[in-house]
């Protein structure tokens, strides 16, 4: 097993870009650990899915690749485990919008530090957009 990545401890800097093309080969490949598979690691997967298709609706990829990688790691998809639709969205749309003010085309270190310093790459960013109580996944 791959040793855990320090960018993902919490208040860790971010990723260098080949640290992130490796970490995503590696969800890709199904060799991620699940103890590496946290927030940050949704947004680096969601944000290197949005720059290799510009303009592409990229939720159904990775709702796909997150249920992949959840069956492969003995995660049930249910209502109440696995890939959340309507978080995945949320933070798949927030991360869109975060590409599209960096005009971002590529992984590179800048957009890594913009990424782990923007709102979207917190919990706290789908709290402020997403209630419970609407949603039948409680």
Known sequence: MTPRRPFQAPGAPPPTPAEAADFVRRFEAG????????????CLV?????????????LPELRTAIGQFN?????????DSGDHETLTRTYADGLAAFVRRHAATDLSQEL???LWADPVSTM???????????????
């Open 31 to 42: 060799t991620l650990s699940l103890d590496d598979w946290n927030h940050r690691a949704h």
């Open 46 to 58: 969601g944000l290197v899915l949005l720059l290799r298709s510009p303009g592409a609706d990229v």
């Open 71 to 79: 069956e492969r790691s003995g995660v049930a998809n249910t209502d």
């Open 112 to 114: 890594l530090v913009a």
């Open 124 to 138: 706290e960013y789908a709290r402020q957009r997403y209630s419970p109580d609407r949603s039948p996944h409680g």
